[in-house]
């Protein structure tokens, strides 16, 4: 079975977070059976944008990376505090663990600038929310990133991405790389993509 940490911050962007819930679980359900998510942050409750609360598996202390073969990460917004937990020592952290065993970072949006801020994307591909004079990209290249203007980024086992338009395409090339472009395709039909 692969196993998909979703690390949740403060302030998570929910629909970023769901799109890694329904692709992985539909995986689980309907196709080819060897997916399961869990939840992860640095409370059991994480109040994400707009007031959505999710219950957590586990806390993120408790993690064994080991368990896991990728780690997702939805963005989220500064207004709710995105950045305070996103940022923490901890967070960055895991991230780097992750990164050291070459395991799977997908990201959404602003989600690749914890994944930048660990020093994991130095000199590497990337990208991050890019809307009208937005500062994410600076923010992301001040951090060491090669920034591409492109909507999904790979770089070897990192995936990063620039708006919540790119959602379901980060969940689906991570279904992808978990088991297979056929089984991934499967679900992209299923689900009516």
């Known amino acids: 079975m692969k196993k998909v940490l979703l ?3 403060k302030g998570f962007e929910s629909f970023e977070a769901s799109v890694f819930i329904d692709v992985i679980g539909w995986n689980l359900v309907d196709g080819d059976k ?8 640095f409370t059991k409750e994480v109040t994400g944008s707009f007031g959505i609360k999710l219950n957590v598996d586990c806390l993120i202390n408790e993690v064994n990376i080991n368990e896991f073969d990728a780690l997702a990460i939805p963005g989220g917004f500064e207004e709710y505090g ?5 940022y923490h020592p901890d967070f ?6 992750f990164d050291k065993q070459n395991k799977i970072i997908a990201s ?14 130095n000199k590497r591909k990337a990208t991050t929310y890019n809307h009208k004079n937005s500062i994410r990209q600076k923010q992301l290249a001040d951090c ?9 980024v790979l770089d070897e086992n990192i995936i990063t991405s620039w708006s919540p338009a790119t959602a379901m395409g980060v969940a ?6 978990l088991t297979s472009e056929k089984n991934a395709n499967y679900i992209k039909e299923i689900m009516g993509f």
């Open 144 to 152: 060491g990133a090669n920034v591409q203007m492109e909507p999904i």
């Open 108 to 121: 959404i949006c602003v989600g690749a600038l914890p994944i930048a801020k660990s020093g994991v994307l």
């Open 7 to 9: 690390l949740l911050a």
């Open 92 to 97: 960055l952290e895991l991230i780097r663990d």
């Open 172 to 177: 689906l090339l991570l279904l992808k790389i």
């Open 34 to 41: 060897t997916t399961e998510l869990y939840t992860c942050g």
């Open 82 to 86: 995105f950045y305070e937990e996103a």
